[in-house]
């Protein structure tokens, strides 16, 4: 019996310690796409809501879970607008789970990790989920194409 637990904790720390590796081993582009990635979520988390728009296409479509349909950027707006002045941030983390770079597209899969507090009530609510981001580059830059994902429970 102790062995088979013995092998199970081995084996476990093999599986984390493959997926710490490849976190670790990101080519020169996907590190620059993950940092692209980031900034935007910074815009986002400090409430800045030009910023954070900026990098959306206007061609864009996204399906976060709770939404029936994908929605275009018009109506992605409003809610990042809407969940800007309702709520602060004060925390939020990212781990980058698969990143693939080509000539004109990036697909960004990572799971997230926060803290969201209302700001007319006060109280603070942890969230955690998993996302997938599809960049394009347009005239030398990225700009967030389509994403698809939300909170755990969504």
Known sequence: MKIIKICG??????VFAGSNLQAQTWS????????????YS??????DYEKF?????EDYQGWAYRAIVPSDKETAAKYIKMGMEMRDVPFYNQTPLSIQVFDDFAIVHYIFHGFSKNRESGETEEFRGRWTDILMKDDGKWYLIADHGGAKGD
Request: glycine share 4%; aromatic share 10%; hydrophobic share 50%.
């Open 9 to 14: 904790m081995a084996a476990m720390l093999i």
């Open 28 to 39: 020169k582009d996907q590190k620059a796409v993950w940092d692209y990635v980031q900034s």
């Open 42 to 47: 910074d815009a986002y988390q400090s409430g």
């Open 53 to 57: 728009i900026s990098v959306i296409h």
